[in-house]
């Protein structure tokens, strides 16, 4: 059948809807396409005055007609009546006016379908056709929100949109332009934006490119660098990263190779710290409340000898793209042993003699170790295999009270030992102490509660510890091998202080030992019970 330049006529007065052959010249045909298999026919629209009340009218004859003609020939589909403004402003004057309009109908190949036919408005903006709305107020709405939203986009002032010019049309519903179309369409008409594939992190732009391809291919790569080769790893981004066709800001967009540079970026987040003197790392960490294990990790060969002037990273650069990477591992790790304590009266309180040592045991522990950008964040056990069971160990601890430093008068020998050499003149000159030899590392105990009034190098006497007792008295303990007191330290009568030794002027392992009164040499052998 040759709907092509069939001519129909519809009669209001009569309410039919007639068919008839027209002029071929008369029809406006599209070039007929193969594929959407489009014709158009002319409609002549008689409206006597009588009978047309409102457009709506017209507009509901024609989609009768449209159901009917579709039913008839089965495989007819108006998908379109299209309405020149001025002939539409012509029906609408129908009811004043008995007239004939010639309405265009595009009749498309197909499946009948509800035919929902409406009045719509085609919005030209600046010259520019934006799109087939419904509603004038709800677009007029639109135009002011893109318009803000450019104004936002760009971070400058831009002109309103201007120039409305809206054309009537009857349309079916489905070819409204939905807002998202009548935003693009708005958009595209300023240069200073461009459609391309944009890249968000979260709601921020980071970049935008015109390939779907590279931003696709970037955000792979910068996965990618987190990889490690041979571990199984789930790698991820830390916000919710999407790829939209959209309208950006021309400065955000791209080349295919400048996406990942984009997406490797720094944001401004790193902050440096220059080396003032007597800085420490300690020190630095402590006033930007990190912990110097925070300061080595995020400073590369970083130690801790420092320099005045030596600039260091307190905050890293953060990537404008965090990824989070987890994977499993398997590691052996040592479960400590409990001590059982056992209270002594007679060991000094704060010491303790270990009676029996325990040993650790043994576990495997499967892991899920987290990072953000390479820098581990978190591990969660995922589960534990006991290899072998600590063995607890058995510890003395002291319970006696502490000691108050005040001397009893009577003093004990400090060490075991040979005495080889004890007071008095020896050969060509004067000794002023007592010398017990034992081997080094034998303990030396205080002769009596006092406090340590020295305790250090000094000369000949090598490792000398010196603690007075009150009334002028003082002890001289010289040549230890170790040192285990402090310079104010209060020690009591017993106490271990030192261990033997052979430092300074000494020709064997041995302790010399000085009694003092009032700076004066005493013989020790008159003070030891
Ligand atoms: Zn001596």
Same mark, same amino acid.
């Given at each position: 059948m040759a709907i092509r330049g069939d001519f129909l006529k519809y009669s209001l007065k009569t309410g039919r809807l007639d068919f008839e052959v027209a002029d071929a010249m008369t029809c406006k045909t599209k070039?007929? *396409?193969?594929? *959407?298999k489009i014709a158009v026919v002319e409609l002549e629209v008689n409206c006597p005055k009588t009978k047309v009340k409102t457009y709506s009218h017209l507009e509901k004859k024609l989609g009768e007609f449209a159901m009917s003609f579709s039913r008839n020939? %089965?495989?007819?589909? =108006?998908r379109r009546i299209i309405c020149a403004a001025e002939k539409l402003a012509f029906v609408r004057k129908v009811a004043t006016y008995s007239f004939a309009t010639v309405i265009t109908a595009v009749l498309v190949f197909g499946s009948v379908s509800a035919i929902d036919l409406r009045l719509a408005n085609e919005a030209i903006i600046n010259g520019h056709p934006i799109g087939v709305i419904a509603d004038k107020k709800s677009f007029e709405k639109l135009l002011i929100d893109v318009h803000s939203s450019l104004e936002t986009t760009l971070g400058k002032q831009v002109d309103s949109f201007k120039n409305h010019v809206y054309i009537s049309r009857l349309v079916f519903k489905k070819d409204l332009s939905s807002d998202y179309k009548l935003r693009q369409n708005l958009l595209s008409t300023f240069d200073e934006v461009s459609q391309a594939y944009a890249i968000y992190a979260g709601d921020r732009l980071l970049c935008a490119t015109f390939e779907e391809q590279s931003a696709m291919g970037a955000l792979d790569r910068v996965k990618a660098q987190y990889a490690k080769e041979g571990v199984q790893m789930t790698i991820d981004f830390a916000e919710p990263v999407t790829v939209r066709k959209e309208f950006v800001p021309i400065g955000y967009i791209r080349s295919a190779e400048g996406v990942f540079s984009a997406l490797t970026e720094s944001s401004e987040d790193s902050q440096k710290y220059t080396i003032k003197h007597k800085d420490t790392l300690w020190s630095i960490a402590r006033e930007y409340d990190m912990t110097v294990d925070d300061l080595i990790a995020i400073n590369?060969?970083?130690?801790? =000898?420092i320099h005045d002037g030596d600039v260091i990273l307190i905050k890293k650069d953060k990537p404008v793209l965090s990824v989070r990477t987890s994977y499993i591992a398997t590691s052996e790790e040592p479960i400590p042993y409990d001590n059982d304590e056992v209270k002594d009266d007679n060991l000094l309180a704060g010491n303790t003699v270990v009676i029996k040592q325990g040993t650790d045991g043994k576990k495997n522990v499967v892991e899920e170790i987290v990072s953000i950008n390479g820098d581990e964040v978190e591990r969660n056990v995922k589960s534990e295999e006991i290899i072998s069971n600590p063995v607890g160990g058995v510890v003395k601890i002291g319970a006696k009270a $502490? $000691?108050? %430093? =005040?001397?009893?008068g009577r003093l004990i020998r400090p060490a075991f030992g040979v005495i080889t050499s004890r007071y008095g003149r020896r050969s060509r000159d004067f000794h002023t102490g007592m010398d017990f030899a034992n081997p080094i590392g034998t303990p030396i105990v205080a002769?009596?509660? %006092?406090?340590?009034e020295f305790a250090g190098r000094s000369g000949g006497y090598g490792n000398l510890i010196k603690i007075t007792h009150g009334n002028g008295m003082e002890t001289y303990y010289g040549h230890c091998s170790a040192i285990l007191v402090k310079q104010g330290q209060k020690v009591s009568k017993g106490q271990q202080i030192g261990r033997v030794g052979n430092t300074g002027n000494s020709t064997g392992p041995h302790l010399h030992f000085e009694v003092r009164k009032n700076g004066e040499p005493q013989n020790p052998q008159s003070y030891l019970n």
């Open positions: 070039t007929p *396409n193969k594929r *959407n020939n %089965g495989r007819f589909n =108006i590369d060969n970083l130690t801790e =000898i $502490p $000691p108050t %430093g =005040i001397a009893s002769a009596d509660n %006092g406090t340590v």
